[in-house]
């Protein structure tokens, strides 16, 4: 994460200060290093990470620690996350990605009965990039009073506006010695908890250890330049420099040697292969556009202007350099946390890259699956495209597949007439109507249950069908059930006329047989979802995967193997500390559907209060719960494959017993759970509450048997049958 090139050199130059040092004083953090940190080191560093998914167990407990020790210290953290990615210069998979084949060296060490080594090597592997976490983080934040802000692009440059702008918004920061690039004098690199200290960098102390001949004269401008050819985030390694023990110093020779980096570039090459990497990179011109990147890179002022630094020298043509340019509403939306930055993304680069999952992705089934999720998609980004220039509207979008990288599919999101926003625009329901409503249901919650729930009263859903009129959405509870409202039509819930089809009976008979205290609305949704798109079911897997169930008959298996999957949707109660216990592929290649139908759900339920907000449904002035608005939505937690592993593993050993259905088999198989499962707060209850989903699941389906909808349902049944004697 760090410079590279810069790591020779700072190695000794750090400092060490006391905490205390920084009493009284707020730190802005560059959130993605902040992060990197966290999933890279010990005692944070998950090992099993890459073989569960989902998000790290220590996660949160992590941040709080390291949150209550600022409060302890005087200090006030300013998290400020990236935002949206700056135009790309290099084609999807240009670059090898050795994950898969590392993940797939520590599986064949799993199965060949060597956990010590796959461990290892399972922690060797990046399970999870930092920018997949923010909004759990930024909702950990949130929830502990801790202030964030999101850039518009990368939080390097706007972390040195907020020092240095005349009010001081930060008065020191910890990140990345990257931002030393952007005019930072100082960066904070690390914090020793124990020990009360922090080390810090100066970029006084880098220029004065480098090598400056006599008749040369070392500057901020030369730095840069020599940092790029050496190699960053920014701009990769200048071809000739790869591999060289100290790059930085190397590119200071040649720009010593020929003055400008437009020189060194195009000076000839001895290797003919060398000069022949420089020319197929088009090597100038990505540094071209990192350079003006560094110089020019766009940040949100305090006053909510988004511009170039340095604007009165900025060139026309940053849209180049950075990317064609939001609606600053839409920045400001980013910035407070209203929504991420994953559909943005998507419309500004005109690119979706699907990566291989941590399983390898080989099945059929999941390539199908993720061509599924395109439609969804399409609608988030309709969505998002909507009340935007006509640019936007009409610009195509390209997705990029790990597994036929050559043939990109098309997503024209202005091909969807009428468009989502059209079809979903008559839901107005202020207080006065759902309250009522609200108080007879059975938590009184707002949330995905009554949403659906309140649906099933024919006189309530025809009073929720109304056209916007002068009095807008105003409180956060009507904001938050229109979304939703909204969001259950848009994926086909509820009719035009706010009554529930039948899939959004499936889904509220599903959820009412839920126990409210399992927490299991955004799982169940999740399923239902996943049971349409005809995912959700017993079949193992086309291409073979280790760790599917072994034991019993091919019913045992069968059964199992679907109640698995279920099972897969909901979170083990887990204690603050890296999993130890049994590993399935074969579960965690379903984990993968799982994780990105979930993901896929925020990104619509996102778009959708994004819709609401620029197209003035909603009203704007005054309002200060903004980052409520966004972070009170669901689907942004993510389940690993925890639980669908116990449940396996205790139906897959009862399988195994002469008498599976007794008391005593299934008693012996309880006992032996924890002893398995040694970090789980009460494993067996989480196996019951993995049953309960299952349950769930069943009465959505039974509740739509005569509308012959759910073409597995009799697999369901018979599982379900099957299930009873042996929970």
């Known amino acids: 994460m760090p410079v590279t090139s810069l790591e020779p050199l700072v190695a000794s130059k750090y400092q060490t200060l006391p905490l205390s040092t920084l009493k009284d004083a707020t730190l802005g953090i560059e959130a993605e290093y902040y992060l990197w940190r966290l999933l890279h080191h010990q005692p944070s560093k998950e090992p099993l990470l890459s073989a569960l998914g989902g998000f790290p167990y220590g996660l949160r407990q992590a941040i709080e620690d390291d949150l209550a020790i600022f409060k302890s210290a005087g200090i006030k953290p300013l998290f400020v996350f990236n935002g949206l990615k700056i135009a790309r210069t290099e084609t999807p998979f240009s670059s090898p990605d050795l994950g898969p084949a590392s993940r797939l ?6 199965d060949r009965g060597l956990p ?11 399970a999870l990039q ?3 976490l923010y909004r759990y983080v930024q909702l950990i934040l949130r929830e502990n009073n801790a202030e964030f802000f999101v850039a518009p692009y990368s939080a390097w440059p706007q972390l040195s506006y907020f020092e240095k702008h005349q009010k001081q918004f930060v008065d020191a920061i910890f990140g990345n010695t990257e931002l030393l690039l952007f005019d930072v004098e100082k960066v904070i690199s690390s914090y020793n908890t124990a020990k009360s200290t922090f080390s810090w960098i100066s970029k006084r102390y880098i220029l004065s250890d480098l090598p400056v001949p006599a008749q040369h004269a070392m500057n901020n401008e030369l730095f840069v330049d020599a940092c790029l050819l050496a190699g960053s985030s920014l701009c990769s390694t200048f071809p000739p420099l790869e591999g060289v023990a100290q790059p930085l110093k190397a590119a200071l020779e040649l720009l010593y040697r020929f003055r400008t980096v437009t020189n060194v570039v195009n000076a000839p090459q001895e290797n003919p292969a060398l000069q022949k990497a420089i020319q197929s990179t088009k090597y100038l011109d990505k ?3 990192a350079r003006a990147a560094v110089k020019h890179h766009v940040i949100m002022t305090d006053d909510g202007k988004v511009e170039p630094l340095d604007i009165a020298e900025a060139p026309s043509d940053v849209h180049e350099f950075i990317g064609q340019r939001f609606p600053e509403e839409l920045y400001f939306y980013l910035s407070r946390g209203v929504i991420g930055p994953q559909v943005l993304n998507m419309l500004a680069s005109g690119e979706i890259i699907e990566v291989a999952p941590l399983d390898g992705g080989d099945s059929e089934e999941y390539k199908k699956f ?5 439609p969804i998609r399409t609608q988030a980004l309709s969505l998002l495209a909507q009340p935007q220039h006509r640019f936007w509207q009409f610009k195509e979008i390209s997705v990029h597949y790990w597994f036929d990288t050559k043939a990109p599919r098309k997503l024209a999101h202005k091909e969807v007439q009428p468009t989502p926003y059209e079809i979903i625009n008559q839901w107005n329901v202020k207080e006065a109507i759902f309250r009522p409503e609200l108080e007879k249901s059975t938590n009184k919650k707002i949330g995905i249950s009554f949403a659906v729930s309140s649906l099933a009263n024919a006189n309530y859903a025809a009073s929720t069908k109304k056209a916007k009129d002068a009095e807008l959405l105003k409180t956060k509870d009507e904001v938050t059930l229109n979304t939703l409202y909204r969001t259950i039509q848009l994926r086909g819930f509820a009719s035009d006329e706010h009554t529930l089809t039948p899939w959004g009976r499936a889904l509220s008979a599903a959820l009412s047989a839920l126990h409210p205290e399992d927490n299991l609305e955004e799982s169940v949704f999740a399923g239902i979802e996943l049971l349409r798109l005809r995912f959700l079911k017993g079949d193992n897997f086309s291409y073979y995967l280790p760790g599917a169930p072994q034991r019993g008959t091919d019913e045992d298996r069968r059964h199992t193997l679907l109640i698995s999957r279920v099972a897969l949707l909901a979170p083990i109660n887990h204690r603050a500390i890296g999993y130890t216990g049994p590993l399935s592929r074969n579960l965690l290649a379903f984990n993968a559907f799982t994780k990105n139908m979930t993901r896929a759900l925020r990104n619509i339920v996102e778009m959708v209060l994004v819709s609401m907000l620029m197209n003035d449904d909603v009203e704007k002035v005054g309002r200060t719960d903004w980052a409520d608005l966004g972070l009170s939505l669901p689907f942004i937690e993510e389940a690993n494959a925890g639980l669908g592993i116990a449940v396996k593993t205790y139906l897959d050993e009862l399988a195994n017993d002469p008498d599976p259905t007794s008391q005593e088999a299934k008693d012996e198989q309880k006992r032996k759970l924890p002893e398995m499962f040694v970090q789980a707060y009460d494993i067996n209850e989480d196996v019951a509450k ?4 299952w349950d769930a699941l069943v009465v959505g389906i039974k509740a739509v048997q005569a509308d012959n909808i759910v073409p597995d349902a009799q697999k369901f049944l018979d599982a379900d049958q099957w299930l009873v004697s042996r929970r």
């Open 370 to 374: 993720l061509e599924s999720l395109n």
């Open 690 to 693: 993995a049953f309960r989903l």
């Open 116 to 126: 010590t080594r796959a461990v290892e090597a399972f922690g060797e592997s990046d």
């Open 105 to 110: 060296k520590a599986w064949d060490m799993y």
């Open 130 to 132: 930092p920018e997949e």
């Open 287 to 289: 540094y071209y556009r």
